[in-house]
């Protein structure tokens, strides 16, 4: 979205509106979309496909061995034990971290945008599925920042395609709509329960904009359509080993080019009810033909139309709603087109509920740029409010203060309570207070782990400086000092501690207070000021006091603490590890550019050698011959035959420095006939346009100077003096007689000779004309003030009514009709 563009979604460079997540290298050179897809049937180790299972995950997680049936890459522990991918073939090779992959594929966006816009894109909202926990948007928000973004927002993609389903809508707030969005895509399947209501921004104000409250979320993390693919090529596998008795699982190329055709039936299926399954040399050059019936697929599938269909009992059990209090299921995801999932949701809520008035591959992420926009000052966007909840229970715990009368070695008892329940609203912010005498740490976990694949553990805060704070609370008169620290839980779905203080009202006969009262105009610590004491301030000068507001008394004290934040088990990307791999991604897209412009000017030079040959070879009536001489097509034949030459012995190694000098080369002795071409082609229009300011400046003249005449017999000041009428003809004289000389010097000069009269020079000389001329015409006639006949006339002229003017009086001479020149 940017001011002035269409909102629309971007195309790639192949003009498809919607990209694989992949990315790939093919001889050291970066693929992504379809291409890094299709390149994993010949390099299966060197395409990364479905990367959003990875995020996040400890390396020995279940769903690490989920990916690796479907996914050949090896995988390996990474530095912080999350999943990574080696580079290359060794398995002792460096990795890269899903981060960076995912990284990638931001950059790819990001250039695309780039494109479009025509200028820098910096700022990006992500859509992500509800069920992420705090791990895997670390993980987001981290590739996002190594691709050079900054994350305005994580929008859960159920409420991004409520956005989107409200842009064109209006609701009421006394009859609000209950829909759920349905979501089935490549990896998941989730189920958003959603009210649409109007909402104002004050009571008794006219409602002002869309509110959409999210009421429960449900899914299944791995019923998707990477489930169906992997069935589905199961039933490929199971029918090559039986018609070829060859086992082919231990195959990586192999299984890639069955994974693709499984994609390709898939597609086919959804339509028909069966497909024919074609690849050739498959294994052993053996040609791999089949037929697969829609029936089959399906009943490889039959256990998944429950957990397609769950997700959206368990949102509604979320939100303590019924199906009854539903208006519709609104459908999205490309999962939703296949006819089994299509009849299982359609068995469970109704064929009435079904509703497909989003665009099931663009809803989300319209949606999400129309979110963006709002969050920005540069657009003025339809007013939708999201309020979304947090899918799992967040507990913080703390150690109970240690006191004198504890046995010693025993430790104390440890406090758990819920910091933000399930169902909470993002956004919300809590005050946690304690009574402490020293530095605590607030240990945040889930409830229950998100999923068997992730920790319960999030992070720990350490707050420090509590004793020195309480002790300047203390000397500066506080009472009862307490710790304040605030927990929040943010729009993006993150858990922080952003700040933690220190806490004390101030007593009235302290010391601090008494100071303050002294001297009344001084400031207190906390930025409020302190009321002068009325008998000091009423002695204190014998100057009698201004009346002034007395300032107001400070009654508390607050001091900041330091927060430290440590990550108890799954650790977002670390400062350092963000700078290294920054740096290899900008180091990479330099190379990739360099490469990009080497091919670039290689091509553009083999280009121009082809066209060079062609003119060589035209024949004489041809527009290069008729303005070119024999030596200079001679000249340029040798040249070319010398960079052609070179080109097929040194052009693989060539830097593109080289390339640009070679095209120089010719270019050189291309340019005169060039300039010739153009010289003849734009000499029409310049001798026209000099020979008009010629005829302007002449008729302009011959009207000024007669009306001069007319202006001197009445005794009148005319708009034009004889000097200026003087100097634009001797202008004009000048520029006719070099015109007309240079005109017929030009005449003499074969048309294949440099032309003696450029037009560039022709149009500097008209210009000068040009504005000479124009200086007169725009120039202002002189201000005729009214004659004034006798005193008298004076005298009743000043008893006429003050508001009635006397018209000032026109110029004698008539309008010039090239005052509008």
């Known amino acids: ?117 025509g200028e820098r894109v910096q700022d990006v909202v992500v859509t992500v599925p509800p069920f992420y926990a705090q791990f895997e948007r670390d993980a987001i928000a981290d590739a996002v920042e190594l691709a050079g973004l900054r994350l305005l927002a994580l929008v859960n993609d159920g409420a991004a395609v409520a956005v989107n389903y409200a842009m064109t809508r209006q609701f009421s707030a006394d009859a609000p709509e209950r829909h759920i969005v349905y979501d089935a895509g490549a990896a998941s399947s989730r189920a958003t329960v959603v009210t649409f209501s109007a909402h104002s921004q004050g009571k008794g104000k006219k409602d002002t904009g869309t509110l959409i409250t999210v009421n429960g979320v449900g899914y299944d993390r791995l019923a998707g359509g990477t489930e169906l693919d992997r069935r589905l090529r199961e039933i490929l596998v199971e029918k090559f080993e039986n018609k070829h008795g060859v086992a082919i699982r231990e195959d990586p190329k192999a299984m890639m080019k069955l994974w693709k055709e499984a994609d390709r039936l898939k597609a086919i299926l959804s339509a028909n009810t069966e497909a024919s399954a074609r690849v050739e040399s498959l294994l052993n050059d053996i040609d791999f033909s089949t037929k697969v019936t829609r029936q089959a697929f399906e ?20 939100s303590n709603l019924t199906l009854a209090d539903i208006d519709s299921v609104i459908l999205t995801g490309g999962a939703t087109r296949i006819p089994m999932v299509r009849a299982a949701l359609a068995a469970a809520v109704g064929e009435d509920k079904i509703a497909m008035n989003v665009n099931s591959d663009e809803a989300a992420v319209l949606g999400a740029a129309l979110h963006g ?46 910091a933000f329940a399930r169902g909470s609203r993002t956004g919300t912010r809590k005050t946690v207070t304690f009574r402490r005498k020293s530095d605590f740490s607030l240990a945040f976990s889930y409830k229950e782990p998100p999923s068997s694949d992730f920790p319960a553990d999030l992070l720990d805060a350490r707050i420090s400086g509590v004793a020195e704070a309480l002790a300047n609370i203390t000397e500066a008169g506080g009472i009862d000092p307490i710790i304040k620290a605030t927990i929040l839980f943010s729009e993006s779905g993150f858990v922080s501690v952003p700040e ?107 280009g121009y050698m082809y066209k060079l040959r062609d003119l060589l070879d035209s024949d004489s009536q041809h527009t290069f011959v008729k303005y070119s001489q024999d030596s200079e097509r001679r000249a340029i034949g040798r040249q070319l035959k010398e960079v052609s030459n070179w080109f097929n012995t040194h052009a693989d190694e060539a830097q ?30 310049a001798l026209n346009t000099s020979q008009m300011w010629n005829w302007h400046t002449r008729i302009f003249l011959t009207d000024a100077r007669t009306n001069l005449t007319e202006e001197e017999k009445a005794g009148t000041t005319g708009r034009y003096t004889k000097e200026e009428l003087d ?14 000389e240079w005109v017929e010097k030009q005449k003499g000069v074969p048309m294949n000779h440099d032309p003696v009269l450029e037009t560039e020079e022709m149009r500097k000389r008209a210009k000068v004309l040009e504005t000479q001329l124009q200086r007169l015409v725009q120039k202002k006639p002189p201000r005729v003030r009214p004659k004034t006949t006798s005193s008298s006339s004076s005298s009743s002229s000043s008893t006429q009514d003050p508001q009635q003017t006397e018209e000032p009086a026109k110029p004698s001479s008539p309008p010039n009709k090239h005052d509008e020149l």
């Open 727 to 740: 100097e634009l003809e001797k202008t004009l004289k000048d520029h006719e007689k070099w015109l007309n």
């Open 656 to 685: 593109t420095k080289d390339f640009v000098e070679k095209r120089t080369s010719l270019e050189t002795l291309e340019r005169p006939i060039v300039h010739r071409v153009k010289e003849i082609e734009e000499f029409p229009q």
């Open 373 to 418: 926009a709002s969050l920005s000052r540069q657009f003025r966007t339809k007013n939708i409010k999201i309020s979304d909840i947090a899918p799992y229970d967040v507990q913080v715990s703390y150690l109970a203060e240690h006191k004198s009368v504890d046995a010693p070695g025993v430790r104390p008892r440890t406090i758990t309570s819920t």
């Open 500 to 606: 933690a203080v220190a806490y004390a009202e101030l007593k009235d006969d302290s010391i601090a207070g008494k100071l303050k009262g002294l001297f009344g105009d001084s400031s207190a610590e906390d930025g409020s000021t302190s009321t002068a004491d009325a008998d000091a301030s009423s002695t204190s000068s014998s100057v009698a006091p201004k009346a002034t507001k007395p300032a107001a008394t400070p009654k508390d004290i607050t001091i900041p603490l330091n927060v430290t934040v440590k990550f108890t088990s799954v650790a977002p990307m670390g400062l350092e590890q963000k700078r290294e791999a920054r740096q290899r991604l900008i180091k990479m897209e330099a190379e990739e550019a360099a490469i990009a412009a080497r091919e670039e000017q290689r091509n553009i030079l083999e």
């Open 1 to 117: 979205m940017k001011p002035g563009m269409p909102f629309d979604i971007l195309l790639n460079k192949d003009s498809k509106r919607k990209i694989r997540s992949s990315v790939a290298w093919k001889n050291g050179e970066r693929l992504f979309g379809q291409d890094a897809f299709n390149i994993a049937t010949r390099f299966p180790k060197d395409s990364y496909n479905s990367l959003k299972y990875l995020l996040g995950v400890p390396a020995n997680a279940e769903v690490v061995s989920y990916y690796s049936t479907f996914a050949p890459p090896a995988l390996a522990p990474s530095a912080r034990f999350t999943a990574a991918v080696p580079r290359g073939d060794g398995a002792d090779a460096a990795t890269w971290d899903v981060e960076e992959l995912v990284a990638m594929q931001f950059a790819y966006v990001r250039s695309l945008a780039e494109d479009a816009a």
């Open 299 to 318: 009943s490889a599938c039959a256990d998944m139309k429950d957990r397609f269909v769950q997700p959206i009992f368990d949102a509604l059990d979320n």
